[in-house]
């Protein structure tokens, strides 16, 4: 079993990427399976990649840098026994530094039969200034913990900014391999990035982690959210009734205006994810906004697993919003906009 680790901040495209990595690896005849970590009590990426055909497990309420690196042995383990996949993609929080994770791992001993593959660290393009500005040190160790750096959502730039910040991260890392992709669509870089990955593997301990620099595990998980002064929250709710696609996305978009408004009201610049996950009946919605400037995205992603379920969740990581907050924005916004159908 070879485990990848796809870090990187919240929202820079952690899930999209391992939705797309997996149908790849799975293209060429690899077994994969899929282990999310969330900050909140309740996951939402578990869920979506789950509809996405991929085999997951979720290990929710923290991080699995330190605290929960009991947890993560024992997924791992129950991961091996399972399915054991040729492929672990393991999907860390946003604020987590991912070679603390790594360096657990290691220390697991699973064995030989459990290869420790690259780690790779996305950059959300079109946010670099807003993350250098707010968050630059933790950003920049994110990058320097990576063998491979992905700067995504390059269909929201043009040629010069990814020009330069491409020349920023080899900057950061010189040793590490770069792309600059769009997770979301098909171009070219996405073969050669994911050759990149394969040969990390097939050559066995090819020296990609050679230029990463060791951390010493020894400070409460929290340091990660405070470094990047996080707030969190995650609710979930059972609607009452089934609905269809229209009214169900006509009730995600009102929680997710909500939520955005509340949000601004208190941080007018805020940056990392709002997510929230809709499955009822056959049809399963997901709506997200990674900062300040965007307007709610909705996309439908059926439900290729058969999961019967009524649920709604609603997930809240952002900068400078305390959790009190964020939990007060949520659970209004879930009561005003859908009373009729949340039973709570
Ligand atoms: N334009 C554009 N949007 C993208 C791309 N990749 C991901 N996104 C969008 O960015 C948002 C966040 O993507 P996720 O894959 O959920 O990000 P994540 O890193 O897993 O988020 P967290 O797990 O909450 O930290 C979603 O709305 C995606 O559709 C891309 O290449 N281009
Ligand atoms: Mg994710």
């Not at 939402?44 to 055909?53: E, H, P, T």
């Not at 605290?67 to 383990?77: G, R």
């Not at 697991?108 to 459990?114: A, I, Q, R, S």
């Not at 920023?168 to 990149?196: Q, V, Y």
Request: charge should be negative; hydrophobic fraction near 40%; proline fraction near 3%.
């Amino acid at each position: 079993m070879n485990i990848i680790l796809v870090s990187g901040f919240l929202g820079s495209g952690k899930t999209t990427s391992i939705i797309r990595m997996g149908n790849h690896f799975k293209s060429k005849g690899y077994s994969v399976a899929v282990l999310v970590n969330d900050i909140g009590d309740v996951g939402v990426d578990g869920q979506v990649i789950s509809n996405n055909g991929l085999e997951s497990k979720e290990i929710p309420r923290g991080c699995i840098c330190c605290t929960l690196k009991y947890a993560l042995e024992a997924n791992i383990s129950l991961v091996q026994a399972q399915f054991d996949p040729d492929i672990l993609l393991i999907e860390p929080t946003g604020v987590a530094f991912p070679l603390r994770i790594k360096e657990q791992i290691e220390k697991m001993d699973f064995g030989p039969e459990v290869n420790m593959g690259p780690i790779i660290s996305l950059i959300d393009g079109s946010k670099f200034g807003e993350l250098m500005e707010h968050s630059g040190d933790s950003i920049i160790k994110q990058v320097k913990n990576a063998d491979i750096v992905v700067l995504n959502k390059q269909d929201l730039l043009d040629r010069e900014q990814v020009a330069e910040i491409m020349s920023t991260i080899k900057d950061f890392n010189p040793d590490s391999a770069t792309f600059s992709l769009s997770m979301e669509s098909c171009d070219g870089s996405f073969n050669s990035f994911m050759e990149k990955i394969e040969s990390s593997f097939i050559e066995e301990n090819a020296n990609l982690s050679s230029n990463t620099t060791p951390i010493a595990c020894n400070t409460a998980c929290d340091d990660e959210f405070n470094h990047f002064n996080v707030g969190s929250y995650a609710g979930s709710y059972e609607l009452s009734a089934l609905l269809d696609g229209e009214t169900a996305s006509g009730l995600v978009l009102d929680v997710m205006q909500s939520v955005r408004s509340g949000i601004l009201d208190i941080n007018p610049q805020f940056l990392g994810h709002l997510k929230m996950f809709l499955h009822t009946g056959s049809v399963g919605l997901r709506v997200s906004v990674t900062s300040y400037k965007d307007q709610p995205k909705l996309e439908f992603i059926g439900s290729e697993n058969g999961n019967a379920g009524n649920t709604f969740t609603v997930f809240a990581a952002v900068t400078d919003v305390a959790r009190d907050n964020l939990e007060d924005i949520i659970e209004s916004a879930v009561n005003a906009s859908s009373s009729q159908f949340i039973a709570a």
